[in-house]
Nanobody
Framework: QVQLVQSGGGLVQPGGSLRLSCAAS????????VGWFRQAPGKEREGVSC????????TYEDSVKGRFTTSRDNAKNTVYLQMNSLKPEDTADYYC????????????????WGQGTHATVSS
């Protein structure tokens, strides 16, 4: 079965860290660009980071630059989003997605989405 399964997330205090995982099954994740997105309550979904297939360097939305890191573990067929120095405004549902058209090609009906995971940053 072709799918992305997310894990991680939870409740953390401001300044803390979380690591989100996005594991693929049924296909080889290394062959595809993977994006991380988030949607906060009452707001539209926004792109957080994207890592291109094979040797691409990740890109980041300005508000998370220097705090978030996207990486791949091809042996585990998994992409990670390491989130450090978390702020209350990072509270959101986070989603990973395989982007058929790459990091800059826009949405495609055949994009594959994870089920989402919630991160709450609060004291």
């Amino acid at each position: 079965q072709v799918q992305l399964v997310q894990s991680g997330g939870g409740l953390v205090q401001p300044g803390g860290s979380l690591r989100l995982s996005c594991a693929a099954s049924g296909f080889t994740l290394e062959h595809y660009s993977v994006g991380w997105f988030r949607q906060a309550p009452g707001k539209e979904r926004e792109g957080v980071s994207c890592i291109s297939s094979y040797e691409g360097n990740p890109t980041y939305e300005d508000s998370v630059k220097g705090r978030f890191t996207t990486s791949r573990d091809n042996a585990k067929n998994t992409v990670y989003l390491q989130m450090n120095s978390l702020k209350p405004e990072d509270t959101a549902d986070y989603y990973c997605a395989v982007l058929r058209r790459g990091c800059t090609g826009g949405a495609d009906p055949q994009d594959i989405w994870g089920q989402g995971t919630h991160a709450t940053v609060s004291s």
